[in-house]
Structure formats: structure tokens, C-alpha cells
């Protein structure tokens, strides 16, 4: 019982990100500098509208731009931010992400 107590305790230590705030995090990792403040306004005209976007979508984009997966000029520049979030931060950013309005 003390293992699984212990797991779980380090378990919860080690994963701070998936507590996060998703508005706080939006804000923390940048993407409202290129996406707008709300996901629907972006810096760019080539740079998608995210708000509403469905979770699991956002997420596997966010996870295919860090490993390469999706790899043309217009993700250069989410690129070289996407090495800074962790696969749990991509989570929870996405989930927040969904619930924005168009």
C-alpha cells in the first residue's frame, strides 16, 4: 500500500502540467502572440483561426509539428516553440483551445 501511496504522490509531482491552467498556459507558451488572444484573431493571414477546433485534432497537430511529423513553411515558426511544451502541456492546451469560440 505504501508503494502505490508513493507512485501516486510522485505521479502527481512529476506531471505539474496536466493542473495547469489552459488559459494560463495559452498565455505562458506564446500562442496568443500568433493566434490572437482567443484563437480567432491570428498575426498572420496564413496562420489558422484554432478557437473551437476540436481537442484530439489540435492536439495531434501540436504533437506532429514537435516530432517533424507536419513539416512545411507555415509551421517554421510554431516550430521553434514546440520543443518548449511538453506532451502534457499539448493536452491541456488543446482541451482549452476547444472550448474557445470561433
Known sequence: MKVVSLALV???VALPAVAADGAALYKEKTCNACHGPQGNKPLMPDYPKIAGQNAAYL???????KSGARNNAN????????????DDEIKVLAEYIATLAP
Not at 492536439?59 to 509539428?65: G, K, T, V, W
Not at 509551421?75 to 511538453?86: I, N, P, R, Y
Open 10 to 12: 510522485a505521479s502527481l
Open 59 to 65: 492536439e495531434r497537430q501540436m504533437l506532429d509539428i
Open 75 to 86: 509551421t517554421a515558426a510554431m516550430k521553434g516553440v514546440m520543443h518548449l511544451v511538453s
